[in-house]
Antibody
Framework: EVQLVESGGGLVKPGGSLRLSCAAS????????MNWVRQAPGKGLEWVSS????????YYADAVQGRFTISRDDAKNSLFLQMNSLRAEDTAVYYC????????????WGQGKMVTISS | SSELTQDPAVSVALGQTVRITCQGD??????ASWYRQKPGQAPLLVIY???NRPSGIPDRFSGSSSGDTASLTITGAQAEDEADFYC???????????FGGGTRLTVL
């Protein structure tokens, strides 16, 4: 089955760290650009970061630049998001999303993982 | 500007046609993609490129674009179409991604 499954969410104190993982299956992971997108409770979608298929091109939203790090392990068909110096405003459901270079769209999404930043 | 603007809410009578718009400078040089999100679910791609539907998306969904505005049209809206709809595209550099604020569609 073609799917993305996130793991690693939870409750963290402000200033803490957390690492999200996204396991891909059912498709050739290594040829796709991958993204993280988040959604704060009751709010809209917010793009967080993207990583190219060969990890050469990595970009971040201004809100997380310098605090979050995206990476991938194609041998393990996995995408990661290391989140440091977490703030209350980082509280959200985090989705990993596959981006098809040809379609130019996010054509496969994980189910999402909740990250709560609270003391 | 790298912002995409959507109307917060739109309603449509059952079986009628509704257009949801997405406006932003970045759309002058790139297509928007459209996503449907139902409560408690992940977003689902419904339109990409000029006017393309992924497998499984009903043909009542269509997309169009003119100038700085992209549109998602649902022809013959069904009760199950009630959801939040988001547009996105890459910014002018092609490096960053931007989402619209979302439009909540109510089917009356």
């Amino acid at each position: 089955e073609v799917q993305l499954v996130e793991s690693g969410g939870g409750l963290v104190k402000p200033g803490g760290s957390l690492r999200l993982s996204c396991a891909a299956s059912g498709f050739i992971f290594s040829i796709y650009r991958m993204n993280w997108v988040r959604q704060a409770p009751g709010k809209g979608l917010e793009w967080v970061s993207s990583i190219s298929s060969d990890s050469t091109y990595i970009y971040y939203a201004d809100a997380v630049q310098g605090r979050f790090t995206i990476s991938r392990d194609d041998a393990k068909n996995s995408l990661f998001l290391q989140m440091n110096s977490l703030r209350a405003e980082d509280t959200a459901v985090y989705y990993c999303a596959r981006e098809d270079y040809v379609r130019g769209a996010f054509d496969l999404w994980g189910q999402g993982k909740m990250v709560t930043i609270s003391s | 500007s790298s912002e995409l603007t959507q109307d917060p809410a739109v309603s449509v009578a059952l079986g009628q046609t509704v257009r949801i718009t997405c406006q932003g400078d970045t759309l002058r040089g790139s297509y928007a993609s459209w996503y449907r999100q139902k409560p408690g679910q992940a977003p689902l791609l419904v339109i990409y490129g000029r006017n393309n539907r992924p497998s499984g998306i009903p043909d009542r969904f269509s997309g169009s674009s003119s100038g700085d505005t992209a549109s998602l049209t649902i022809t013959g809206a069904q009760a199950e179409d009630e959801a939040d709809f988001y547009c996105n595209s890459r910014d002018s550099s092609g490096n960053l991604v931007v989402f619209g604020g979302g439009t909540r569609l109510t089917v009356l």
